[in-house]
């Protein structure tokens, strides 16, 4: 396989990881952290939204995170030709 | 059928089933018992890594810590499952594909050096020795409080347990025991706290529960902060920890569990690169089943607690309240003389836990002799949380049998997990990589059986004369990992010019800051114990939070010592460039 074809692929995968992690980073530490004051002050039926997502928001996004990882992975191993 | 005798059923039952899938899936090479044979599904690997990661602490006490923490205990619920997408996205596929059995295996070959592979060892038998000493111990306090056997007896029957199919099995046998004990964990944790949930606010979700109306028609969380602040505690979701000990917190134990030896090694046991990343999404979803329902189990059992005591007569108290507090996890003293329970803000008793005397008094309270001055007339042990929610949503006794399953199933699978990185240790990290590279395979694989058995001996010692720091350095656990393997690994996939001369300094560095903090401010073995405190953290950062600084240190150390040192060699860029490949795994697998 020659180098210029794995720099394209690497560099996709780059991008992907760098948006993925930015969104894990704003449902965690932005809204269940820096910013949990300011979003406390909206509610969503019973919860106040900032606890909502310290408590339970940012962890369905980390599973979903992980699950579109996979897919966004799959593609392009396949776009790639790099699947088994 | 009586509770006693539900509960030797179900876990005679539950012990039967995991001594069979060890006879079952008897290792048979190394390959076998150090990666499971590199065959397992992804959907087994994720039950497996489930029912690995999650402890007798997250099955019986994190409710408990959230119920009395409120907001607080956010930093366990994100921090315990925000480290699975690190894993998944930058650690799981890649060591996957470099195909080796261990983290050391990576640091030693990564950075081309034994004494990179010899500090890798070291921490992960630090880490993993902190932690399985708790877990023998969980093993035997279950024990004691479901059966009513001496806590001793309980951590020598769990030793046997484990050690069955630890030394038949190592990895095949653990990874199979896991995901029935996954199987059984989930199904105790969450029975209990369905019916919780319908009796509070007729939803059966619990997860959507918390967030709803009682019969009064108000929200739940409302009514819980209003009864609180009342009393003068701080709401419940206002925390009373500072916006960057949390931050810090959190991220210290993202970094840690993505750098766990035991959570990392699960990765090497599925077939292919797609199977990790894959694998990884399907612990977190098994994962998050727990760890949602946590939360809403804390805020229905806290406002429990607020209203069914306060104020309450001990005379007229329902029996959980009087069952638990014969079995000292419960202490009540009439401070006030009115025959009423008072639960205020601050520490009820001094010291950790109640001493009981043998008199009983006025209300026919058990006494103790170590009250505090403070109003709180209530002593309340976290791990109730869990334990006492059959009996307060008046549950059958073969709930609570399946409870004390859970728990143990919850406490062995992690033992199992720690004792197998322990062994494989010993017998791959040191003996066959560094003392006597020539042994055979059949007697690789002896070795790593009898490092099993040693490190289940060492670790029953453990849990049966518990080093008194043991409770508190869960916290040096985690800080260890997130400061040391966490940044060494990652910077050895995503950066070809980290060498060997920076990896290695960068652990050091952030090894050494960290025990530091830890032995100043948490264990108080440095410096003077009185200004150990509060006031004198850095940056206001708790010593739980403090290896996130650790991980920084690593990595700017790294950094700054491999840009003035000799790149490392064609073939170690060569082994990055590899590993950022996923097609090719299932050759690497052998050595």
Known sequence: ?84 | MDIQTWTFLIVGLTFALYIGIAIWTRAKSTKDFYVAGGGVSPLANGLATGADWMSAASFLGMAGIIAFSGYDGSVYLMGWTGGYVLLALLLAPYLRKFGKFTVPDFIGDRYYSNVARTVAVIAALFVSFTYVAGQMRGVGVVFSRFLDVEVNTGVYIGMAVVLFYAFLGGMKGITYTQVAQYCVLIFAFMVPAIFISLMATGNPIPQIGFGSAGEDGVYLLDKLDGLMTDLGFTAYTDGTKSTMDVFFITAALMMGTAGLPHVIIRFFTVPKVRDARKSAGYALLFIAILYTTAPAIAVFARTNLMETVQDTPYEEIPPWFTKWESTGLIAWTDKNGDGKIQYLPGSAIDGGQPQFVESRGSSGQRMISNASTSPNELYVDRDITVLANPEIANLPNWVIALVAAGGLAAALSTAAGLLLVISTSISHDLIKKQIAPDISDKKELWIARFSAMLAVIVAGYFGIHPPGFVASVVALAFGLAASSFFPAIVMGIFSKRMNREGAISGMVAGLAITCYYIARFKLGWIGNPETATEANWWWGISPEGFGTVGMLVNFLIAILVSRFTPAPPEDVQEIVENIRIPSGAGEAIGH
């Open chain 1, 1 to 84: 396989m020659d180098s210029q074809h794995r720099k394209k692929y690497w560099k996709e995968n780059l991008k992907y990881l760098t948006i993925l992690i930015f969104i894990w980073f704003v449902v965690s530490y932005g809204f269940g952290i820096l910013f949990v004051d300011e979003l406390n002050t909206i509610r969503m039926g019973g919860f106040k939204l900032g606890f909502w997502f310290a408590q339970q928001g940012s962890i369905y996004v980390f599973v979903l995170l992980i699950f579109v990882y996979v897919r966004l992975m799959n593609k392009l191993d396949k776009k790639y030709k790099l699947d088994e």
